[in-house]
């Protein structure tokens, strides 16, 4: 069982929806949580940052922490095509990322 | 800025070739890592330096991979000889002090016939 699991999709939704993308993991020792988004033949960027349990919001995007049930999620309101690209999930001991686990990552396609 | 630089960012060589990839950090940044990446899967560290010494190599396979970060600066991971199954992307990404997040470089795509 790999510690960290994602659905690997695809997850394709009208344009204006309300996307839920999660992560569950094993290892209760993870305490930071970040969510990257990765555009075809790109590396992965950052988008959301968190640390132990609760939310945090930037824009249209909300992450959720629960590490009481070991699931994290990532929603974006009113999708736009532009958010058609790979979300991964990532976590770590420690703030400074020194090592990082990755999901597998869910493809996500937002048509008009 | 600029930001974490790569090449090639593509390379087809044939099975048991050398292959070499270069990675330039975002200046300022002291710890570099090289991941990889294989089709529809997350990322997988192989290496991590802070500055120029190797802090965990131990995911890298070190009979065929071999990396160096002379200088503190610039890497260069290397495969020797490359097998079929070493067909991935292999990504660099650069942290600077006191902040969690990892920026990534497009990666070097290598496909091995």
């Known amino acids: 069982q790999k510690e960290v699991e994602q659905d690997p999709g695809p997850l394709s939704v009208p344009e204006g929806a309300i996307v839920s993308l999660n992560c569950t993991y094993s290892?209760?020792?993870?305490?930071?949580f970040m969510w990257y988004r990765q555009y075809s033949r790109k590396g992965p960027e950052l988008l959301m940052y968190?640390?132990?349990?609760g939310n945090k919001e930037d824009g249209r995007f909300t992450a959720q922490v629960d590490k009481s049930s070991k699931y994290i999620s990532l929603f974006i309101r009113d999708s736009q095509p532009s958010d058609s690209a790979t979300y991964l999930c990532?976590?770590?001991?420690?703030?400074?990322?020194?090592?990082?686990?990755f999901g597998t990552g869910t493809r996500l396609q937002v048509t008009l | 800025e600029a930001g974490v630089v790569q090449s090639p960012r593509y390379k087809i060589i044939e099975k048991k070739q050398p292959v070499a990839f270069w990675c330039n950090p975002i200046?300022?940044?002291?710890?570099l890592y090289w991941y990889l990446q294989n089709l529809g899967q997350g990322p997988e560290l192989l290496i991590r330096?802070?500055?120029?010494?190797?802090?965990?190599d131990s995911q890298l396979p070190k009979d065929r991979f071999s990396a160096e970060r002379l200088k503190g600066v610039d890497s260069t991971l290397k495969i020797q000889p490359a097998e079929l199954g070493d067909s991935a992307v292999y990504l660099c990404?650069?942290?600077?002090?006191?902040?969690?997040?990892?920026?990534f470089g497009e990666g070097s795509r290598l496909t091995v016939l």
């Open positions: 990532a976590m770590t001991y420690t703030g400074t990322a020194s090592k990082l686990t």
């Open positions: 330096y802070e500055n120029e010494e190797a802090v965990d």
């Open positions: 968190t640390y132990s349990s």
């Open positions: 290892n209760s020792a993870f305490q930071y």
């Open positions: 200046s300022g940044h002291n710890t």
């Open positions: 990404a650069s942290r600077g002090p006191n902040t969690g997040e990892l920026f």
